[in-house]
């Protein structure tokens, strides 16, 4: 029997960079493929290449034996290839069947659109791939999990026959995790194909038959998870051995750094997303801010950052009032920021990687003297950053919007990282790095805490929480459930508590019972 995607020697140069080097692929049927490798190893390019966002300069694409042409996403639908991105394309106030057959509408005699029709094809595929949806829910009441399914659901209303899933877990509790690898499963045994794209090497082990890895464009290897382990498959995408755990000292507390009372801030829709929520962070020591995203903690970061005015409450650092402060004056205080939009809040597309690594600094000297800039000496410190961060680029002139996602974030952690802070506000630091820049920032992010940093993390990966942090938040519908010391907290606890079951509900982790994995 035919694979039912073959790509045969696929190459794809950009001006200065061959991203894909001669690539095979094999996906057969009832198979779950999982692609592996750093950022800018050219995952990405294969796959819009696949989808139809990008044309091949070289090689060829075959779906079930037949050479296919694909130039378009429509042409990719039409072969039975579907793609479930980690960003979900949903409209919140819409119905899942709204959402569901948008742009595959169907159509009663008249012309008008046959709802009824569209909802019991969806019930009938919730029943039969066990996505458990309700047709006629808005989107905008669904938790993340579900959502994820009706995103599955349009796929399979479109008669897709293989399925990519782009960093499926990456806004997921670990109990959502979990039952979306059980609705992998249940494609898989009901004949569909997956090509699974992820970081995280144990949900890899956990979930594929078969794994390929890509290192700087090219195929470097191919296994089995019986085969591997996860530092074989860390050594594969990277070139050399990476250390996946976290090697971290008792953290040696100090002063109150920053404080946060009874604080309220409300989103773009003037709905309030933080509410009431205090804690302290203290020189030397990590908190972690764990929550399924969108619980309130991007406002809660943009408050603390001087990007959001809060409604009430007070915010100090080092003892000054910054509750209505500036991201300058912010920033001048020792404070800094990885926000969890790179290319929103942290970059200037449009500018070169070089100015980019100085936006917080440019007017001071030694990068400035009176109002004229000193471009040679930025220019120096920013290729000196570029070997230090290992951020992939043709050259500090390049516009740092040309960069994939995860150099770009390297690009702001170098800026951030490169200047004496008090204060680290790390909102998904390591969101679209490979594994040996996670083990390199991780690494980094300790570093600051026992230099006497305070650090408030904030991330929607737990196991990520778990490793770094010395206590724990947990935030769910905007405010703190409860603070606890890390070395308390399970990570089913957590998860229970981050999916909305109170603390008396969950019932107190058992000494012992902590069991923390490689965020990898």
Request: glycine letters at 8%; a negative charge.
């Amino acid at each position: 029997m035919a694979p039912v995607l073959e790509l045969k020697g696929i190459t794809k140069r950009f001006p200065g960079v061959l991203a894909n080097d001669h690539i095979n692929l094999t996906l057969n049927e009832g198979e779950i493929l999982a692609l592996l490798g750093e950022n800018g190893a050219g995952k990405s390019t294969l796959m819009n290449i696949l989808y139809g966002l990008y044309q091949p300069d070289e090689g060829e694409i075959y779906v079930r034996g037949k050479k296919t042409t694909i130039v378009s996403p429509t042409d990719a639908i039409r072969s039975g290839i579907g793609m479930v991105h980690q960003h979900f394309m949903l409209i919140p106030v819409f119905t899942v069947t709204e959402n569901v057959m948008l742009g595959a509408e169907e159509l009663r005699a008249a012309g008008f659109l046959d709802r009824k029709k569209a909802a019991d094809r969806i019930r009938d595929i919730s029943q039969r791939y066990k996505l458990e949806v309700d047709p006629d829910a808005y989107v905008r009441d669904l938790p993340v999990g579900v959502q994820q399914r009706v995103e599955i659901i349009k796929l399979l209303y479109r008669q897709a026959e293989i399925l990519i899933f782009d960093e499926p877990t990456a806004v997921l509790t670990p109990q959502e995790a979990d039952e979306l690898f059980a609705i992998m499963r249940e494609l898989i045994r009901q004949g569909k194909s997956i090509i699974f794209i992820t970081h995280k090497l144990r949900e890899v082990l956990e979930v594929a038959d078969h794994i390929l890895v890509i290192r700087r464009g090219a195929v470097v290897g191919e296994t089995v998870p019986q085969g591997a382990d996860k530092n074989s498959l860390a050594a594969m995408m990277v070139g050399r051995p990476v250390r996946l755990e976290v090697e971290k000292r008792v953290a040696h507390v100090q002063n109150k750094v920053l404080e946060v009372r009874d604080l309220v801030v409300a989103d773009a829709q003037k709905q309030i997303t933080v509410d009431e929520v205090s804690f302290d962070v203290h020189a030397g020591e990590i908190l972690g801010v764990a929550g399924v995203q969108g619980n309130g903690q991007t406002e809660l970061v943009e408050a603390v950052t001087g990007l959001r005015m809060p409604n009430s409450g007070t915010i100090r650092l080092l003892g000054q009032d910054i509750t209505r402060a500036t991201p300058r004056q912010v920033t001048e205080l020792g404070s800094a920021h990885i926000p969890e939009d790179r290319q929103r809040d942290g970059l200037v597309l449009s500018f070169p990687v070089a100015d980019n690594t100085v936006l917080c600094t440019y007017y001071k000297p030694p990068y400035a003297k009176g109002v004229t800039m000193q471009w040679k000496k930025v220019y120096e410190d920013a290729e000196k950053l570029i070997q230090d961060f290992d951020i992939r680029t043709p050259s500090a002139k390049t516009n740092v919007g040309a960069l994939s996602g995860g150099n770009q974030q390297k690009v702001i952690v170098a800026r951030e990282f490169s200047r004496p802070i008090k204060l680290l506000v790390a909102s998904q630091p390591t969101r679209g790095l490979d594994v040996g820049s996670i083990e390199y920032i991780h690494k980094r992010i300790v570093e600051k805490r026992d230099e006497g940093c305070a650090v408030l993390l904030v991330s929607p990966e737990l196991d990520e929480i778990m490793e770094l942090s010395d206590r724990i938040a947990v935030m769910y519908r905007g405010k703190i459930v409860t603070i606890v010391p890390a070395d308390q907290a399970t990570k089913a606890y957590i998860g229970l508590l981050m999916a909305g079951v109170s603390p008396e509900q969950a019932g107190a982790p058992q000494v012992g019972e902590r069991v923390v994995e490689s965020t990898l």
